[in-house]
């Protein structure tokens, strides 16, 4: 285990040597660079591609403005400039010789996840002990991208562990949301959400184990699509399963962020299909779909397990308006099955008491964020079944205990049980939702609140139960943003009472009551909010195409390109 003084040393230097690469970037200036900040990944491309622009000029532009996203949201962990502005002399070379596009991302500048290994740079997940051990070959999608004409230009932001939908480590610090600095950009692809959200580049790339593609798009106003796990390789990943190899009880998911679902797409029809060295992802194309002219839409404006706060649910019911008066037909429903999926969710993960994920903390502080996530395990078997009995008896929050009862350490026989329990959740969502109903796609909140300040996952970490359900579930998963917090609309009902139709209590009491409640319209006032459009799974371009029919029926409403804005000039 390493000394205080040697972290503190490993620390220093790795953000100074970020700093060092930071100053290779030129100012942002606004009438030479948002011409090309403003245009989509796909814009970009067709541009290049008549000769009137360069890849290097697209460059430099994305260069200045990642690093004033760094400045204002600290979003940017390794920075590849250099190496970027090599690539993109020789894409320019290329292309005045042959006049050919090198790939579908001929010359789009590419921010992923950090990971991701890229030969050269770290991938330390902001760990201070994986620090100072530069990747020897590129992951399979960044090879992938790379093979496309993508480049890769930076790398950002996660939690320590990637296991918390906030966005801080002890090695590179917070990441602060683009439009509140008050608040979380989510995660665990947070520094993507927060870049993007700012224009600091044209397309990122991260995962998704519980939410961690989608919180962030949702909290940071863009889009992403949380793919069939298997359709996009994960092969050179560093800590794949959320720092724990060999975990695939619930598989992780690969997929982009970007700033529009024609993005979105470009990202699928150029990977899906692409085989990785291990043969392990599904080798199946991107297939086009026609869609009928009349979709069939199912909706829930709750989980059942915590209450959704009238923001989200006004974001999932303007998206139900949109589409009605576009002919489509939205049916509400519910089901019982988020909470037995959120059980099942909390007791595999737990299942080694997150010994091999925190193993990996060395002599860093673990985070706040990860508090409650880790604390059944750490309470003795009396403690914790205390901790129960008093949540279900005096607190009369029998949801709580239900969850919290299942943080502990497995047997394997127990592992194998719960494992079998997700493939019966499996089979139980498609007879009684997909078959039942006759869905093409389905509508939820992306969380019970638009957004959480900063320490918010301390004691909020079950808020992740609204995306966890389709981690389960393996089903592949659009976000659209629709609209933003209104305090003049977005109050909470005077008749709400904490806890009720079996909610839980607890975490309604602390979202909504009390002298400081986290859901604050005034305070989150401006603040992006998004949903969640459901597909089958493989039916992953069915889930594409749906998204431009959402996306166009809400029409224009300030997300995309050039959307952000300061505050300080708001």
């Not at 923001?311 to 489509?328: D, F, I, M, P, Y």
């Not at 003795?380 to 129960?388: E, I, M, S, Y």
């Amino acid at each position: 285990m390493r000394s205080a003084e040697q972290r503190h040393t490993t620390i220093t230097s790795k953000r100074n040597a970020r700093d060092k690469a930071l100053g290779f970037a030129g100012p942002y200036l606004m009438n030479d660079h948002d011409v090309y900040t403003k245009a989509t990944a796909s814009e970009i491309v067709q541009r290049i591609a008549k000769g009137e622009w360069t890849s290097s000029q697209v460059l430099e532009a994305y260069i200045a403005r990642s690093a004033m996203a760094q400045a204002e949201t600290n979003c940017l962990t390794e920075v590849l400039y250099e190496d970027a502005r090599k690539r993109a002399k020789e894409l320019d070379t290329e292309f005045a010789s042959t006049k050919t596009l090198r790939g579908p991302f001929h010359g789009v500048p590419v921010s992923v996840k950090d990971h991701y290994r890229i030969e050269g740079y770290d991938a330390t997940v902001g760990f201070t002990a994986w620090a100072n051990n530069p990747g020897k070959k590129d992951a399979c999608l960044v090879s992938q991208l790379r093979a496309s004409g993508a480049i890769i230009f930076v790398k950002t932001n996660v939690p320590q562990t990637m296991f918390a939908f906030e966005c801080s480590n002890p090695l590179w610090g917070r990441t602060t949301n683009p439009w509140n600095d008050k608040y979380t950009c989510g995660g665990s692809s947070g520094g993507e959400g927060a870049l993007l959200a700012m224009d600091g580049s044209a397309i990122g790339v991260g995962s998704d184990i519980g939410g961690s593609l989608r919180i962030p798009a949702s909290y940071c106003g863009i889009y992403s699509l949380k793919p069939t796990a298997e359709r996009v390789s994960s092969i050179g990943t560093q800590g794949r399963s959320s720092t724990r190899p060999g975990f695939e009880a619930v598989r992780s998911s690969h997929g982009p962020l970007a700033r529009s679902v024609q993005d979105c797409d470009l990202f699928s029809r150029t990977i899906f299909g692409q085989k990785d060295s291990s043969h392990q992802n599904i080798p199946m194309p991107y297939q086009a779909v026609e869609l009928p002219s009349k979709l069939r839409f199912g909706y829930y404006l709750s989980d059942g397990m915590i209450e959704s706060s009238p923001v989200c649910k006004r974001a999932v019911l303007e998206t139900v308006s949109a589409l009605r008066k576009q002919g489509h037909e939205c049916v509400e429903f519910t089901t019982p099955l988020n909470a037995s999926a959120m059980e099942v969710f909390l007791g595999l993960a737990s299942s080694d008491g997150y010994k091999k994920m925190l193993s990996h903390l060395d002599s860093d502080p673990m985070e706040d964020s990860l508090f409650l996530v880790t604390l059944g395990p750490r309470l003795p078997t009396f403690v914790r079944n205390l901790a129960c009995w008093v949540a279900k008896t005096v607190l009369g929050d029998s949801l709580f205990a239900r969850f919290f009862s299942l943080a502990r350490e497995k047997s394997v026989s127990e592992f194998t049980d719960l494992t079998d329990q997700r493939n019966k959740i499996t089979a139980a969502w498609y007879e009684q939702v997909w078959d039942q109903y006759g869905f093409d796609g389905i509508i939820t909140p992306v969380q019970s609140l638009p957004v959480i300040p900063h320490g918010g996952s301390t004691y909020l970490a079950a808020l992740a139960a609204a995306t966890i359900m389709y981690n389960v579930i393996d089903s592949p998963v659009g976000t659209i943003p629709v609209t933003r917090v209104n305090p003049d609309t977005d109050q909470l009902p005077t008749d709400f009472v904490a806890g009720a139709s079996g909610r839980s209590k607890v975490f309604d009491k602390r979202m909504y009551l009390g002298k400081n409640p986290v859901y604050d319209p005034k305070a989150m006032e401006g603040m992006p909010v998004g949903i969640q459009l459901v597909g089958k799974k493989w039916e992953d371009e069915k889930v594409l195409a749906m998204m431009h029919v959402v996306d166009e029926a809400l029409g224009p409403r300030g997300f995309g390109p050039g959307s952000w804005k300061s505050r300080k000039t708001q």
